[in-house]
């Protein structure tokens, strides 16, 4: 048992310690995609991609639309590979040092927009030859026409980039601190907690939304509006917590691991609530096309964030670091001009954004829920601990099994005293009469008395 629980000990903070590691400060992070050396290309993915954005809702401009994103998108990408290069590094990023001069403030910061021609190069490179490629004249004539369905198609791998690079995070966050574990809470206790603070947060929220959609509403008829969701939520919730019981159960044995299971839980299922309640919103409170259009602008940059922090920490200990601090913006911006136009082309096939949005946080509570327990899995599936459990629960059905065969064994020497003392019934004499005369065996036409004579 002491050699099984060192193997646990080995195995599972060997993981822990792995997801701590990764927790690469999200302030630095901030600080490097927001850097004001690279600011220009932060205002020119904004301006662009809402202008593109309109042009896809109009038909004549979808292709055109379609193909601008996706230059964008090749350019950025290409432009964050070279991006170690200094002469592309110094293209690409403002001096600091540099003096403006006597420049007014309008002047000085349009020329800032320089550093934004590199990669506008490549994409109208890159745009060009798409379309000599698949114009009518080019060597896949009306090939350009399924650019925006696949495009727009892209869309189902973004929602599932998002819940799967939050999912990242999350497990670097609840493995923080993990070996402070000492005393582990009940099970039953953390299930509670779980619950609790999931009805707590989705009943803060949904009731804000309440007041904010009717503000002649009172906050006690937003309270009660909010009980459906918070039924749906607290039955989404254990609903998850029931696909991994298993594994919590498992968790529970160990304190480091019980910790890093109860935080991991709260943290999923608050962002499953989120999303739930996004989805809640857009079916039963009617929000405007541009509060959603807002909404999914902060999502976009959201989803982008944490997918360049998820690989940006799964290349910290690589020689070959494909993404970096020093090039996730450029690989932020390539992310971004590549779901903005999935959005976008969604949003003209479909002529409402509501409906994109809707399939969107489905997609990305249901990657959560596999998530959660898949993280789980793996944490707790290289320790033995079920091992042990199978032993004990053989060792226990061994011990039934020796208990029911004893009992049986005991059950036949009884019985086999029983049918011997029945069989020694014929020994006993007391009413045998030994000098009655034995009569022999009654065959007809014989008499025992006459003599049989035998040639």
Same mark, same amino acid.
């Given at each position: 048992?002491?050699? $099984?629980?060192?193997?646990?000990?080995?195995?599972?903070?060997?993981?822990?310690?792995?997801?701590?590691?990764?927790?690469?400060?999200?302030?630095?992070?901030?600080?490097?995609?927001?850097?004001?050396?690279?600011?220009?290309?932060?205002?020119?993915?904004?301006?662009?991609?809402?202008?593109?954005?309109?042009? #896809?809702?109009? !038909?004549?401009?979808?292709?055109?639309?379609?193909?601008?994103?996706?230059?964008? #998108?090749?350019?950025?990408?290409?432009?964050?590979?070279?991006?170690?290069?200094?002469?592309?590094?110094?293209? *690409?990023?403002?001096?600091?040092?540099?003096?403006?001069?006597?420049?007014?403030?309008? $002047?000085?910061?349009?020329?800032?927009?320089?550093?934004?021609?590199?990669?506008?190069?490549?994409?109208?490179?890159?745009?060009?030859?798409?379309?000599?490629?698949?114009?009518?004249?080019?060597?896949?004539?009306?090939?350009?026409? /399924?650019?925006?369905?696949?495009?727009?198609?892209?869309?189902?791998?973004?929602?599932?980039?998002?819940?799967?690079?939050?999912?990242?995070?999350?497990?670097?966050?609840?493995?923080?601190?993990?070996?402070? #574990?000492?005393?582990?809470?009940?099970?039953?206790?953390?299930?509670?907690?779980?619950?609790?603070?999931?009805?707590?947060?989705?009943?803060?929220?949904?009731?804000?939304?309440?007041?904010?959609?009717? %503000?002649?509403?009172?906050?006690?008829?937003?309270?009660?509006?909010?009980?459906?969701? /918070?039924?749906?939520?607290? #039955?989404?919730?254990?609903?998850?917590?029931?696909?991994?019981?298993?594994?919590?159960?498992?968790?529970?044995?160990?304190?480091?691991?019980?910790?890093?299971?109860?935080?991991?839980?709260?943290?999923?299922?608050?962002?499953?609530?989120?999303?739930? %309640?996004?989805?809640?919103?857009?079916?039963?409170?009617?929000?405007?096309?541009?509060?959603?259009?807002?909404?999914?602008?902060?999502?976009?940059?959201?989803?982008?964030?944490?997918?360049?922090?998820?690989?940006?920490?799964?290349?910290?200990?690589?020689?070959?670091?494909?993404?970096?601090?020093?090039?996730?913006?450029?690989?932020?911006?390539?992310?971004?001009?590549?779901?903005?136009?999935?959005?976008?082309?969604?949003?003209?096939?479909?002529?409402?954004?509501?409906?994109?949005?809707?399939?969107?946080?489905?997609?990305?509570?249901?990657?959560?829920?596999?998530?959660?327990?898949?993280?789980?899995?793996?944490?707790?599936?290289?320790?033995?601990?079920?091992?042990?459990?199978?032993? *004990?629960?053989?060792?226990?059905?061994? $011990?039934?099994?020796?208990?029911?065969?004893?009992?049986?064994?005991?059950?036949?020497?009884?019985?086999?005293?029983?049918?011997?003392?029945?069989?020694?019934?014929?020994?006993?004499?007391? !009413? $045998?009469?030994?000098?009655?005369?034995?009569?022999?065996?009654?065959?007809?036409?014989?008499?025992? !008395?006459?003599?049989?004579?035998?040639?």
């Amino acid at each position: 048992m002491d050699s $099984v629980e060192a193997s646990n000990q080995a195995s599972s903070d060997a993981i822990l310690h792995d997801y701590e590691d990764k927790n690469i400060s999200l302030i630095r992070l901030v600080k490097s995609l927001l850097a004001t050396a690279t600011m220009p290309h932060i205002v020119l993915i904004v301006v662009t991609s809402s202008v593109l954005y309109i042009l #896809a809702g109009i !038909d004549t401009f979808t292709v055109f639309s379609s193909l601008a994103f996706t230059s964008l #998108a090749v350019a950025y990408a290409v432009t964050a590979l070279l991006s170690n290069n200094k002469v592309v590094k110094k293209m *690409i990023s403002l001096d600091q040092n540099s003096s403006e001069g006597e420049q007014s403030f309008v $002047v000085s910061n349009i020329i800032k927009f320089k550093i934004c021609l590199f990669p506008l190069a490549i994409a109208l490179v890159v745009f060009l030859l798409i379309n000599t490629i698949t114009g009518e004249n080019g060597m896949l004539p009306g090939l350009s026409n /399924l650019i925006p369905t696949a495009l727009g198609m892209l869309f189902i791998l973004w929602s599932i980039i998002q819940g799967s690079s939050f999912t990242q995070w999350a497990s670097s966050v609840s493995a923080r601190n993990f070996q402070q #574990a000492t005393k582990s809470r009940t099970l039953r206790t953390s299930v509670v907690v779980t619950v609790m603070a999931i009805i707590t947060a989705g009943l803060a929220l949904s009731t804000l939304f309440y007041q904010f959609n009717d %503000l002649e509403r009172s906050v006690t008829q937003s309270l009660v509006a909010s009980i459906p969701f /918070l039924a749906l939520a607290t #039955a989404v919730t254990s609903a998850s917590l029931a696909y991994s019981w298993k594994l919590k159960i498992l968790s529970s044995m160990k304190p480091s691991l019980h910790r890093f299971s109860h935080k991991w839980s709260i943290i999923c299922h608050l962002f499953i609530t989120w999303h739930l %309640l996004t989805i809640w919103r857009q079916n039963f409170l009617d929000p405007s096309s541009f509060q959603v259009f807002i909404e999914e602008i902060v999502l976009m940059i959201f989803t982008v964030f944490f997918a360049i922090w998820s690989m940006t920490s799964k290349s910290y200990k690589s020689s070959f670091r494909l993404i970096s601090e020093e090039n996730a913006l450029t690989w932020g911006l390539s992310f971004g001009y590549a779901y903005a136009g999935s959005v976008a082309m969604l949003t003209s096939f479909f002529d409402d954004i509501k409906t994109v949005m809707l399939v969107g946080h489905c997609l990305v509570v249901v990657t959560v829920i596999i998530m959660h327990k898949l993280i789980l899995s793996k944490v707790i599936g290289t320790d033995d601990y079920s091992v042990e459990i199978s032993r *004990i629960t053989q060792t226990d059905n061994e $011990v039934e099994v020796s208990g029911e065969e004893n009992d049986l064994v005991e059950t036949h020497q009884d019985k086999s005293l029983v049918e011997k003392g029945d069989s020694d019934a014929w020994q006993e004499d007391d !009413d $045998v009469d030994w000098e009655a005369k034995r009569s022999g065996p009654e065959i007809d036409g014989l008499e025992w !008395d006459e003599t049989i004579d035998i040639d």
